[in-house]
């Protein structure tokens, strides 16, 4: 599975939750976290599809995608133990920390793989 076949959907997922943190509690935190990362995992998400594309792997892409997931795991890991609430923390924590060994994993592997030419 390609990374941007994932990252998309999560950055479109937490961009809308800090949208929707800001619409039910007027938490401008949560919009500005959720906002910001979701754009950012969009951009390295489509930064992907587009290398991809090309037959070539985005390494910026990746480590932003990386940076961005461990950030979040780290920010909501940390706001779960405080409150012990999983929603939304302890999701996005979770969530991310699942995305995070992924991105990982696809470091470790060398990106997207394509699949060969047909002749």
Do not use: W
């Not at 950030?71 to 999701?91: C, D, F, H, N």
């Amino acid at each position: 599975m390609h990374d941007f076949c994932f990252t998309i959907p999560f950055g479109a997922a937490v961009l809308a939750g800090g949208v929707v943190g800001y619409a039910r509690r007027g938490s401008t935190a949560s919009l500005a976290g959720g906002v910001g990362s979701g754009l950012v995992l969009l951009l390295a998400g489509f930064l992907s599809l587009s290398a991809f594309r090309h037959r070539r792997n985005s390494l910026l892409a990746l480590i932003l995608e990386t940076v961005c997931a461990l950030a979040l795991t780290y920010i909501m890991g940390q706001r779960y133990l405080e409150t012990s609430k999983i929603m939304p923390a302890g999701v996005v924590a979770a969530l991310s920390a699942l995305m995070s060994g992924f991105y990982l994993y696809k470091i470790a592997t060398g990106g997207n793989h394509f699949p060969a030419k047909a002749e």
